[in-house]
């Protein structure tokens, strides 16, 4: 065993269903991705576009494997109108299952003053299930960074690492609007 349990996956070309089953048979949950269920930034949720997610999103609710529907990754400012209407059409149609958004790390706006600002107002106007951010906390560091920053508490030299130093401010920014939606 692999010791985790969901998978962060997209079908690509095959069937939904089918991917579902390999899942399934894996022991495994989906977070599932689809082109008909992104929000891209231009997102026109037409009459065309509803039915399909209407149809995808009936077809593969009851499947044992279904985890969660992916909607977005780091969504901009302008994206969040749009990818409101496709979490509540997504929700109107399977209440039970989560709709997935990753959120940037509050490190930088995409249009909004500050990205804590633009995760606030994602909250306010999605109301969230659960809060996703990744910030790629640790990374190799190099020589030169390690020289440069030597001494400092983030710095492992050791082991060649470096931690970010905003980690514990994202950490609390996003553990204060966890409370404040309640999730």
Not at 20 to 25: G, M
Not at 52 to 62: F, G, H, Q, S
Not at 69 to 81: A, F, I, S, V
Not at 128 to 157: I, K, N, R, T
Request: proline residues 9%.
């Amino acid at each position: 065993k692999a010791g985790f349990t969901v998978n962060f996956g997209d079908p690509g070309s095959r069937d939904p269903i089918e991917i579902l089953d390999i899942h399934h048979k894996a022991g495994l949950r989906m977070i599932f991705n689809h082109p008909t269920l992104h929000v891209d930034d231009n997102l026109v949720l037409n009459p065309k576009r509803r039915k399909a997610v209407e149809t995808l999103v009936r077809r593969i609710k009851d499947h044992p494997a279904l985890y969660m529907y992916g909607l977005r990754d780091e969504p901009r400012l302008k994206t969040l109108k749009p990818l409101n209407e496709m979490a509540r059409l997504v929700r109107s149609l399977d209440s039970y299952h989560p709709c997935y958004i990753n959120h940037n790390p509050p490190i930088g706006g995409r249009e909004a003053a500050t990205a804590e600002e633009l995760v606030r107002k994602a909250c306010d106007l999605i109301p969230p299930d659960f809060l996703s951010y990744d910030h790629y906390v640790m990374c190799v560091a190099s020589q030169p960074e390690l020289q440069a920053e030597a001494g400092a508490p983030w710095m492992f030299p050791e082991a060649h690492l470096r931690v970010k130093p905003d980690f514990y401010q994202c950490l609390q920014c996003f553990r204060t609007l966890s409370q404040v939606h309640h999730v």
